[in-house]
């Protein structure tokens, strides 16, 4: 990215969660425009990573950087205004409201009715299955369905930059080639991704850079392809 | 053009109209007797009560048990206002309700963070510190009450503090506020990755619940004219509680109805106070086993529902014509 600053830095960041130490200092960038993954085992602190840039919780030391400003302190709700939106792990629909009010829901903080019903038209174009199920419960809906639901809520706050939090979680294979599509679009239509993935082999196969956390630490970096082939990487994560 | 603009608006001022007409004719005229009065006084103030507690159970999701502690301090807060200081009704409810709300501010802070069962405990050990500490002060009676309390409470006091109750809590519902609320209860941490202030929020819905709990305490002080700590107990609350959970946690329609229903249900209980409680008890297990959701689960009646209703009536009607 050669002297342009990153749209996302993160600086030696740690957070604890009582006793329990879960990031031990990370530091990571985020290019605009690109996608980056975050893959690592169960407990590596790759989830903590987004959560702490979200706002959910809070970290202990360090620093984040959103276009070149510190919002390290900046609390969760106040996230999103500056253009970070998260679709979180387990997809956190609101269940009982309809698919359109979910939607309506990513678009709280915006007061602009036009592009508010242009966005609105954009997701539900993208998502076809969305549209015919405008008016049913969220709760009602499969799992693929709901995450395309959390990624189109996501995208009615027209964010700069997607976090997404294992979007392949629980999904059949066919799905999560059709998310991993998705998110592949959405980057191309000019959003920044930073992905967390368990499934590191679609993770990387879409990703421009990767990091791999372990135990609250960056192990390895580097262009995702160049890490697919990493011996260790693929005995890790791709198996074998 | 104006008038099919506003034919929602005016329909159910005119409905509004027509019943409160009704009732007062039936009050003045002598046909509703002396104890039915009383009897649709208080289902004026549990609309209120169960109303306001229902957009803090049902639309927020915060399970508080404070209401009888609310009720007391509004009701208290009037009776000094107008018995002991010798002032004007009006601002007897303008106090009541602000005493309310501030309580509402003092207990919502802190014990918001807490969640499910805790808030539940927190806000009944509330109503029960405010009942106690009542009973102890001698400016308002101690424990045989404040007594003195003017009695001008009357139909339409009754009848228009239940429709701006009702009508406040609808638009807050109706508008962006009510869908953070909504969103907080679903799920809070996506409502805040939406950029909703969760806590403002929990505490905004608990403020005007409790100011509300306190317009109806002020309405009940200014009938009975005397009040007592004791009758603001948790049994209260749970009367509340039982109108709430019965008409549909979430469902304005469902709180109204309830309040009605069972306002009618405790009437004729009178005569064996000792099973009412029993029968409440009954009821709310028969209602969580078959009917878990509430009457009208999250669903309200409105105009529209009147209007298809219609439809469909008028569609049998043809259907008969034509065989």
Redesign the interface.
Known sequence: MGGVAPLLQLDDLHVHYGAIWALKGINLTVGEGEIVSLIGANGAGKSTTLRAI???VTASSGRICFHEEDITKV???????KGI??V?EGR??????SVL?NL???A??RRDTKGIKQDLEDVLDRFPRLRERIGQVAGTLSGGEQQMLAIG?ALM?RPKLMLLDEPSMGLAPLLVKEIFSIIEEINREGTTILLVEQNARMALQIADRAYVLETGRIVLDGPAKELARQEEVKKAYLGG | MILKKYSTSITICLALALFFTIVQLGISGGLISGYWVTNLYLMGINIILAASLNLINGFTGEFSLGHAGFMAVGAFTGGIVTANLGLPFPLAVAAGMLAAAIAGVIVGLPTLRLRGDYLAIATLGFGEIVRVVLMNIDYVGGASGLMGIPEVVSWPVIFISVVLSLLLIRNFICSSHGRACLAVRENDVAAQMMGVNITYYKVLAFVIGAALAGLAGVLYAHYYSIIQPKEFSFMLTFDVLVMVMVGGLGSLTGSVVGAVLLTIASAFLQAIPELRMVLYAVLLIAAAVFRPQGLFGEKEVTLQTFKRWGGVFSGLAGHKQAD
Do not use: C, W
């Open positions: 979200s706002g959910v609390p969760a709700h106040d996230i999103v205004k939106a998260q979180p956190r629909v609101f269940a009982n409201l009010e309506e829901m990513g709280y903080i809520r706050t």
